[in-house]
């Protein structure tokens, strides 16, 4: 079993959907929490980071279930612009070297 | 610029060929982190600096990586004898502890 994991997808929603999704994690260990973006064939960029009590920005929310041991990101009203991949990534709590596992990513497509 | 660096952006190499990829951190950053991505899946770690010490290096796949760090800023991924499986995009990415900024990666090919 990997230590993060993800539905690849593709999830394909019209514009102005809502869309969720979830990434489950092994060690329970693990600190922090983050949500990265990777556009096709670009570099990862940080999206959010997760907080226990979970937080939002705009139209993105992030939540946290440590008892679950899952971490999860709502779009609302998703926009044309919001096609990507969505990586989760885990920042181990046993390791002090920072290192983040990342799931495989979910792929968003927002159709017109 | 501000941003992470890496040279080249792409690479083809023969099999059995030795390849360099560079690395520029932020100005400052401490920490500094190679990922290899392969199509379809997330980065997945390799090494870790912090300054000129490399502090980790659990993730690098066989003794034909290596990588260095000597003036705590530039850092070099070395592969040697390149294998087709070496095939991937080779991300770095600085931290002044908390967030991870990603450079552009290098996209190696082996034929």
């Known amino acids: 079993r990997k230590e993060v994991e993800q539905d690849p997808g593709p999830f394909n929603v019209p514009e102005g959907a809502t869309v969720a999704f979830n990434c489950t994690y092994s060690?329970?260990?693990?600190?922090?929490f983050f949500w990265y973006r990777q556009d096709c064939r670009k570099e990862p960029k940080l999206l959010m980071s997760?907080?226990?009590s979970g937080n939002e920005d705009g139209r993105f929310t992030a939540q946290l279930n440590r008892a679950s041991q899952y971490i999860s990101l709502l779009i609302r009203d998703s926009k044309l612009s919001d096609s990507a991949t969505y990586l989760c990534?885990?920042?181990?709590?046993?390791?002090?070297?920072?290192?983040?596992?990342f799931g495989q990513g979910t792929t968003l497509q927002v159709k017109p | 610029g501000a941003g992470v660096s890496q040279s080249p952006r792409y690479k083809v190499a023969k099999r059995g060929q030795d390849v360099a990829l560079r690395c520029d951190p932020i100005?400052?950053?401490?920490?500094l982190f190679w990922y290899q991505q392969a199509l379809g899946q997330g980065p997945e770690f390799l090494t870790y600096?912090?300054?000129?010490?490399?502090?980790?290096k659990s993730g690098l796949p066989s003794d034909r990586f290596f990588a260095e760090r000597p003036e705590g800023s530039v850092s070099t991924l070395k592969i040697q004898r390149t294998q087709q499986e070496d095939s991937a995009v080779y991300l770095c990415?600085?931290?002044?502890?908390?967030?991870?900024?990603f450079g552009p990666g290098t996209r190696l090919t082996v034929l």
């Open positions: 990415a600085s931290s002044l502890g908390g967030e991870q900024f």
């Open positions: 060690n329970s260990a693990s600190q922090s």
């Open positions: 997760v907080y226990s």
């Open positions: 990534a885990v920042k181990a709590g046993s390791s002090n070297t920072g290192k983040l596992i």
């Open positions: 100005s400052g950053h401490v920490s």
């Open positions: 600096f912090q300054n000129e010490a490399q502090l980790d």
